[in-house]
């Protein structure tokens, strides 16, 4: 049973660096899965923020592209998120995920953690 | 990239069937997921690659392609489905894309 956990700050103030880290159990990260993050602002729809695969491969939402990166780290299993020059509009729910798929486009989330709340503020 | 479409509510009576539809030019060459959301709870993925179903999910949840626009269909609606549905897809070069959700209410 796969079971994903995240844990960083709920509060960053704007301007900083969101960082998030999600402890994953159950399930050998060094495998060849594609790992990744979805936000969900409060009231509002889901967001794909980015997936890595095998360590060294990532792909990024076009719109946070130029702000965000997904590592893992085998040692520790575990999958971080990095965003930079955060405002107000990235206040959300944070979610760690695992997609399933033989390939890019067969892609999907088959295990999400129970989510953190970042809110960003002053 | 590409976009899901969505409508923002369908209303169904127990028992009932509730369609809920996801449009999108892309859609006739990429999979489509559907995921249910209740509140306060993280997503659960019901359909994957069109019309497959996880184990654990209902035989009640049914996902269909045509053209471009694919339909997840809850057969029997109980009150306990309830909830927000999203579609998903994903294209090759690694972009993945949510629809902008759908509230099933059981009347």
């Known amino acids: 049973q796969v079971h994903l956990q995240e844990s960083g700050p709920g509060l960053v103030k704007p301007s900083e660096t969101l960082s998030l880290n999600c402890v994953v159990s159950?399930?050998?990260?060094?495998?060849?899965?594609?790992w990744g993050w979805v936000r969900q602002p409060p009231g509002k729809g889901l967001q794909w923020i980015g997936t890595?695969?095998?360590?060294?491969?990532?792909y990024y939402n076009p719109s946070l592209n130029s702000r965000v990166h997904i590592s893992v780290d085998t040692s520790k299993n575990h999958v971080s998120l990095t965003l930079t020059s955060v405002t107000a509009a990235d206040t959300a729910v944070y979610y760690c995920?695992?997609?399933?798929?033989?390939?890019?486009?067969?892609?999907?989330?088959?295990?999400w953690g129970q989510g953190t709340l970042v809110t960003v503020s002053s | 990239s590409f976009e899901l479409t969505q409508p923002p509510s369908v209303s169904v009576s127990p028992g009932q069937t509730a369609r809920i539809t996801c449009s999108g030019d892309?859609?006739?060459?990429?999979?489509t997921s559907w995921y249910q959301q209740k509140p306060g709870q993280a997503p659960v993925l019901v359909i994957f690659k069109d019309s497959e179903r996880p184990s654990g999910i209902p035989e009640r949840f049914s996902g269909s392609v045509s053209g471009t626009t694919v339909t997840l269909t809850i057969s029997g609606v109980e009150a306990e489905d309830e909830a927000d549905f999203y579609c998903q897809s994903a294209d090759t070069r690694g972009i993945l894309v949510f629809g902008g959700g759908t509230k099933v209410t059981v009347l």
């Open positions: 159950g399930h050998s990260i060094s495998s060849d899965f594609y």
């Open positions: 995920t695992k997609e399933r798929g033989t390939n890019l486009a067969t892609r999907a989330i088959e295990n």
């Open positions: 892309a859609l006739p060459n990429q999979f």
């Open positions: 890595v695969y095998n360590s060294d491969n990532a």
